[in-house]
């Protein structure tokens, strides 16, 4: 079962790369945006709210990247047990 969710806002990224110098294994630049490897559009606009579940594992740097968003518009969030 999944036990984080790691949120991205795309709608207000500012594309300004930290998260993607932090934790490229997971975030990576797609033109004037960040882009979250492996995330699903929660709602149906694509510059919307994109998230991707994690059993476990990388929330350290992940965190990091969160920390060091300026907007900010990265949230890593633990589900429920
Ligand atoms: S650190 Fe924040 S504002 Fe900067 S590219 Fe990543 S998600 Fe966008």
Same mark, same amino acid.
């Given at each position: $079962? ?26 990576? $630049?797609?033109? #004037?945006? @960040?882009?979250?490897?492996? @995330? ?26 969160? #920390? @060091? ?13």
């Amino acid at each position: $079962m999944p036990k984080w969710v790691i949120e991205h806002h795309k709608d207000i990224c500012i594309g300004c790369g930290a998260c993607a110098a932090i934790e490229p294994k997971h975030w990576k $630049m797609e033109g #004037d945006k @960040s882009h979250l490897n492996g @995330s699903q559009k929660k709602d149906g606009n694509p510059d919307g709210v994109w998230e991707i579940k994690e059993v476990e594992g990388d929330l350290e740097l992940n965190q990091e990247a969160a #920390d @060091s968003c300026p907007v900010p518009c990265i949230f890593i969030k633990k589900l429920k047990d």
